[in-house]
């Protein structure tokens, strides 16, 4: 059971646009920042938002982040097959004074 | 280019030990917390510890306190997971990751297998 609740599945079309959920409470996404990483199979994760909504240089403006309450959100337009993978938020959560992630979600591309 | 080397994994006994390290590279390894995170497999990512810049202050997941010690020499551009008292459920691919609350770069990865 994770501390941040993720959808384990999201699927859409390609070229639509799709948003994956992440639930907590307030210490952890209500007072930390959000992260989001992406995940192929076999590979380390890799950072796709920080600080709630901020980008990589490398990562395409198609990938967006935001944050209301205790609840943050990942959002991905133009959808490719190319990113069908494992999601993932993480925070820091001051209460446990331990970082956690969600549980991940899995993005199909139909 | 950042890179992120773990080494030090392999296959356990329950009960044993074990010591990863992560060479870091690429970067002013002084300047950055880091963190060990890992996935068992077919699971999600599981933070396990991180370490402030300079080592003053380290945290752990509630399930490897009291076994694992997380530590660091900048000197060397190194940081290390020392696995104590190993079980099977600390079973994973144990990533070494850039910061301490976001990760920004990461490792690819060590396999520690606890069985006997």
């Known amino acids: 059971q994770s501390v941040l609740t993720q959808p384990p599945s999201v699927s859409a079309a390609p070229g639509q646009k799709v948003t994956i959920s992440c639930s907590g409470r307030s210490s952890n996404i209500g007072n930390n920042y959000v992260s989001w990483y992406q995940q192929f199979p076999g590979t380390a994760p890799k950072l796709l938002i920080y600080?709630?909504?901020k980008r990589p240089s490398v990562i395409p403006d198609r990938f967006s982040g935001s944050k209301s309450g205790t609840s943050a959100t990942l959002g991905i337009t133009g959808l490719q097959t190319g990113d069908e993978a494992d999601y993932y938020c993480g925070t820091w959560d001051s209460s446990l004074s331990a970082g956690v992630f969600g549980g991940g979600t899995k993005l199909t591309v139909l | 280019e950042v890179q992120l080397v773990e080494s030090g994994g392999g296959l356990v006994q329950p009960g044993g030990s074990l010591r990863l390290s992560c060479a870091a590279s690429g970067l002013t390894f002084s300047d950055y917390g880091m963190s060990w995170v890992r996935q068992a497999p077919g699971k999600g990512l599981e933070w396990v510890a991180n370490?402030?810049?300079?080592?003053?202050?380290?945290y752990y997941v509630d399930s490897v306190k009291g076994r694992f010690s997380i530590s660091r020499d900048n000197a060397k551009n190194s940081l290390y997971l020392q696995m104590n008292n190993v079980r099977a459920e600390d079973t994973a691919v144990y990533y070494c990751?850039?910061?301490?609350?976001?990760?920004?770069?990461w490792g690819q990865g060590t396999l520690v297998t606890v069985s006997s």
């Open positions: 600080e709630n909504d």
């Open positions: 370490i402030k810049k300079d080592g003053s202050e380290k």
């Open positions: 990751a850039r910061g301490a609350k976001s990760f920004g770069y």
